[in-house]
């Protein structure tokens, strides 16, 4: 089984929906991070947390939310979608090390907004 | 802040011929740099890391990396591509600091590798 796994793999919503993004991991990992990756733009850190009462804003975080539920799922929201956020979401996880740890990806989710 | 350069966005090379993908970084202070690999419909998984020490790393699958911090530079290569090779492959940097994690992995905009026949 897959250690990090995403929630719904595809979805495609209208502009102004709501729509959560879902992310579980096995890792045991305290750290969980959220990406969007658009071509050509790599990818862009939007929120992530270090522990569950820790949450932070990441590079691009207007138009999002998230949740850290447990140490084990940390949730996307995108309260009133917009198609600008047409995107591939990963989810990742690390363990701490000082920056030297590797982080460890999602399958990714495929967002389309119509 | 710190911040990723890769110079081609993308790369095909023929089978068995050998490839370098560049990245510069930029930072002010010591660096962790990483290269990640998604493979089509995939997400990324880790390639190589240089932490310290030796600036000549080894990765999965061939790939090796050398760090060169006078060029700030820290180009992937592989000796002889296979078609399974096909993937875009990131760079990223986290900045060393005195206490606690680093918590920001920047990455590049990301280099497409093409392996044709």
């Known amino acids: 089984d897959a250690d990090v796994t995403q929630t719904p793999r595809n979805r495609i919503t209208k502009t102004g929906k709501r729509i959560m993004l879902e992310c579980s991991q096995t890792k045991g990992h305290d750290r969980m991070y959220w990406y969007r990756q658009d071509p050509g733009l790599g990818l862009r850190l939007i929120y992530y947390s270090f522990d569950v009462k820790d949450i932070n804003k990441g590079e691009i975080s207007d138009g999002y939310s998230v949740s850290r539920q447990a140490q084990a799922k940390f949730s996307l929201s995108l309260e009133s979608a917009i198609p600008n956020q047409t995107a591939l979401y990963f989810c990742?996880?690390?363990?701490f090390g000082g920056g030297r740890e590797t982080q460890y990806f999602g399958p990714g989710t495929r967002l389309l907004v119509l | 802040a710190q911040s990723v350069t890769q110079l081609d966005s993308q790369v095909p090379v023929f089978e068995e011929a050998p490839v370098e993908l560049r990245c510069n970084y930029s930072s002010s202070v010591s660096v962790y740099l990483f290269w990640y690999v998604q493979y089509p419909n995939q997400g990324l998984q880790l390639l190589l890391k240089?932490?310290?020490?030796?600036?000549l790393v080894k990765g999965i699958n061939g790939f090796e990396a050398e760090f060169n911090k006078s060029q700030t530079s820290f180009h992937l290569r592989k000796p002889s591509v296979h078609i399974s090779d096909t993937a875009e492959y990131f760079c990223?940097?986290?900045?060393?600091?005195?206490?606690?994690?680093?918590?920001?992995?920047?990455f590049g905009k990301g280099t497409k590798l093409t392996v044709n026949p």
């Open positions: 240089y932490l310290s020490g030796s600036t």
């Open positions: 990742a996880t690390s363990d």
């Open positions: 990223a940097v986290s900045e060393v600091r005195a206490q606690g994690g680093s918590e920001k992995l920047v």
